[in-house]
Nanobody, 115 residues
Framework: QAQLVESGGGLVQPGGSLRLSCAAS????????MAWYRQAPGKQRALVAS???????NYVDSVKGRFTISRDNAKNTVYLQMNRLKPEDTAVYYC?????????WGQGTQVTVSS
């Protein structure tokens, strides 16, 4: 049974940093494309960053240069390092594992950027 568990969210001041983690179990982790999405209040869930099994990365323009996605296949974990956070980064952040015909989501972790 596949399971993704996010952690690392919280309250941070503008300009601060957070590191999100997503631990996977029940899947052959290294085969999956891993991604972080976020959903702000009143908005649709949207892709933030992704990383392939070969460690190629992709970012939405609004986080380029501030966020870094990485993966540790030995620990079945994907990370999102978030620097220079802005109030508009406030959202619930979700982890997703995907192959061509299947995908799994975590339960989400709240990130709030506020002074």
């Amino acid at each position: 049974q596949a399971q993704l568990v996010e952690s690392g969210g919280g309250l941070v001041q503008p300009g601060g940093s957070l590191r999100l983690s997503c631990a996977a179990s029940g899947i052959f982790f290294s085969n999956y494309v891993m991604a972080w999405y976020r959903q702000a209040p009143g908005k649709q869930r949207a892709l933030v960053a992704s990383i392939t099994s070969g460690a190629s990365t992709n970012y939405v323009d609004s986080v380029k240069g501030r966020f870094t996605i990485s993966r540790d296949n030995a620990k079945n974990t994907v990370y999102l390092q978030m620097n220079r956070l802005k109030p508009e980064d406030t959202a619930v952040y979700y982890c997703k594992a995907a192959l061509t015909f299947e995908s799994y989501w975590g339960q989400g972790t709240q990130v709030t950027v506020s002074s």
